[in-house]
């Protein structure tokens, strides 16, 4: 069996189209609480994109690593970070 995403429209596996972005969650306030890095997925019939692969742990929460603000910044230049939230 495979490892990647199927989408359920056009039944065909998706592909990565990029490995390595960087998804921030938001609270219900829309601060950044943390980032994990992950893979995006793309169904190249229909362009539906998911995110899925995450690494095992969250690699930041927001505030206590001096690094995360620039790491972001530079993520998101490359157009390499995914903002999400519950709500
Ligand atoms: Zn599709």
């Not at 793309?42 to 690494?55: N, P, Q, T």
């Amino acid at each position: 069996m495979s490892q990647e995403p199927i989408c359920v429209a056009c039944g065909k596996a998706m592909r990565a189209e990029l490995n390595g972005i960087f998804a921030v969650y938001k609270d219900r306030k829309g601060n950044c609480e943390e980032g994990i890095m992950c893979d995006k997925w793309r169904c190249y019939v229909c362009g539906y994109e998911i995110l899925s692969g995450f690494a095992q742990d969250f690699i930041c929460k927001y505030g206590q690593e001096e690094w995360f603000d620039q790491f972001v910044k530079g993520k998101e230049k490359a157009g390499e970070v995914v903002y999400w939230s519950r709500d």
